[in-house]
């Protein structure tokens, strides 16, 4: 049984940094790429970033490159995701999921399966 794990959330000034961890079992990662999204109070759930099987070409949305860093440690079946300069938009649960195996990081791409999340808070 697939099973993703976030953790790191915390309450943050605007400014700070913070990195989200996820952690996953029942599976060998390395067969997957993987992704982190967010969901702030009334919108949508929006992709944020993703990285391949081979830690290659990390995809980010607009909203986060440039500040955000994803990456990976297959044989930890462990992804990161390094969020610095943060800002109050950033505010949202924070998941990781992952789509079908051997399944690159695109646009479209439906994702499987998915954490509880792990709320990250920017607030002064």
């Known amino acids: 049984q697939l099973q993703l794990e976030e953790s790191g959330g915390d309450l943050v000034q605007p400014g700070e940094s913070l990195r989200l961890s996820c952690i996953v079992s029942g599976f060998h990662l390395k067969y997957y790429a993987i992704g982190w999204f967010r969901q702030a109070p009334g919108k949508e759930r929006e992709g944020v970033a993703c990285?391949?099987?081979?830690?290659?070409?990390?995809l980010y949305s607009d909203s986060v490159k440039g500040r955000f860093t994803i990456s990976r440690d297959s044989g930890k079946n462990m992804v990161y995701l390094q969020m610095d300069r943060l800002e109050f938009e950033d505010t949202a649960v924070y998941y990781c999921?992952?789509?079908?195996?051997?399944?690159?990081?695109?646009?479209?791409?439906?994702?499987?399966?998915w954490g509880q999340g792990t709320q990250v808070t920017v607030s002064s």
């Open positions: 990285i391949g099987r081979y830690n290659d070409q990390p």
């Open positions: 999921a992952v789509p079908p195996p051997f399944t690159p990081c695109s646009p479209g791409v439906a994702y499987n399966d």
